[in-house]
């Protein structure tokens, strides 16, 4: 069975950094491909960053692109979202996302993915 658990968020001020850990199991990471999404206050759940599966590939939306980081550990077993220089904006429930078999080239489409996390709230103040 696979499941996917997010941690790492908080409260920080604006400027800030945070890093988000998705842990997985029943599955081995760098088989899947992998994304971060995030959902805003009124806001439609929207993709951050995302890997091709084993790393291969690393897309950013424009929003985050210079200020995040996606990575993996495929010994942890377990997929990280570094964020620098944390704005308002970014304050939002963040979801980590899998998908098994063949990875599209549309890596931040949530109908991409067929496993979703619970996800972590991250709120930046100013």
């Known amino acids: 069975q696979v499941q996917l658990v997010e941690s790492g968020g908080g409260s920080v001020q604006a400027g800030g950094s945070l890093r988000l850990s998705c842990a997985a199991s029943?599955?081995?990471?760098?088989?899947?491909?992998m994304g971060w999404f995030r959902q805003g206050p009124g806001k439609e759940r929207e993709g951050v960053a995302a890997?091709?599966?084993?790393?291969?590939?690393?897309v950013y939306d424009d929003s985050v692109k210079g200020r995040f980081t996606v990575s993996q550990d495929n010994v942890k077993n377990t997929m990280y979202l570094e964020m620098n220089s944390l704005k308002p904006e970014d304050t939002a429930m963040y979801y980590c996302?899998?998908?098994?078999?063949?990875?599209?080239?549309?890596?931040?489409?949530?109908?991409?993915?067929?496993?979703w996390g619970q996800g972590t709230q991250v709120t930046v103040s100013s």
């Open positions: 996302a899998a998908r098994s078999g063949a990875c599209p080239w549309w890596l931040l489409r949530q109908s991409t993915y067929n496993y």
């Open positions: 029943g599955y081995s990471i760098s088989t899947f491909c």
């Open positions: 890997m091709g599966a084993g790393g291969t590939r690393t």
